[in-house]
């Protein structure tokens, strides 16, 4: 389903697949998220937003996505940056064998922690963060091993 949601003035198109399915995808500005709603911080209020409310938005119409910026990860070997934030935590080193879903690290933008996950099974070949490190939109996170 798609759906437009305004964040201070600015409208995003949002397509939000099977929300029965883990993860969740969620394809904004043609930029693909997987999203894990069950995933809350500790001690933080349920956020989710039911299927219910989702139904009631508007959809609209979508022009089709660009094509992947120029460094964009197309080989998958690769965790990026969702958004620009600082890394809280670390949970995988090189060689680790991570199954899809696997924590790898966690996040932290305008206060608010979010757990990246592997989005497959694999090996980890590097690490490119530490804890306390800042990182930058679409920044490498994670290699996978070939």
């Not at 003035?9 to 904004?28: H, M, N, W, Y």
């Not at 890394?87 to 924590?103: K, L, R």
Request: charged share 20%.
């Amino acid at each position: 389903m798609k759906y437009t949601v305004k964040i201070e003035g600015r409208a995003f198109t949002v397509e939000v697949g099977d929300l029965q399915e883990r993860p969740v995808k969620a394809v904004i500005e043609g930029e693909t998220f997987e999203v894990w709603p069950e995933a809350t911080p500790e001690g933080a209020a349920d956020q989710r937003i039911s299927p219910e409310r989702l139904s009631a938005a508007a959809p609209v119409a979508v022009t089709p996505p660009a094509a992947a910026p120029a460094g964009a990860n197309t080989s998958g070997r690769t965790i990026l940056a969702p958004i620009p934030g600082v890394i809280v935590s670390v949970a995988v080193q090189p060689g680790a064998a991570v199954e899809t879903g696997q924590e790898v690290c966690v996040l932290e933008a305008m206060k608010m922690k979010s757990p990246i996950r592997a989005p497959r099974a694999g090996v980890i070949a590097a690490v490119h963060v530490s804890a306390g490190q800042q990182v930058k939109h679409r920044e490498a996170l994670v290699d996978y091993a070939a």
